[in-house]
C-alpha cells in the first residue's frame, strides 16, 4: 500500500501590515489577537499569519488581507478577530 503525504495543511494565511503607520494603530494587537484565536479555534497548524509591508491603507490602518479569500479589512480592531476567522475558515 502506497501512502502519500498530503502536499500541504495549509489552507490559508493573513497578511498583516507591519509598517509603523498600520502598527501604531494598533495592528501589533490584531497580530497578537489572531495568534490566541488561531490556536483557540484550532487553526494555528493550518493558518499561517505573514507580517508584510505596506498594503496601500495607511490612513484606514490596521490593514489586515485574508488569503486565498483576498478578502481585505481595514481599521481592524482585536475584537472583530474571532468573528473574521469564523467568517473565512469555519465550514
Known sequence: VIVSEP???SVGKILVCQ???CW???GQSVCQRLEKELEKQGLS???KIKLTG??????KGP?????PHKAR???IKPGEVGELLTKHFTP
Not at 505596506?54 to 490612513?59: E, F, H, I, M, W
Not at 490593514?63 to 488569503?67: A, L
Open 45 to 47: 497548524d493550518r493558518i
Open 24 to 26: 501604531k494603530r494598533g
Open 73 to 75: 479589512y481595514s481599521q
Open 7 to 9: 502536499e500541504s495543511t
Open 63 to 67: 490593514n489586515v488581507v485574508v488569503m
Open 19 to 21: 509598517k509603523s503607520s
Open 54 to 59: 505596506c498594503l496601500k491603507q495607511c490612513k
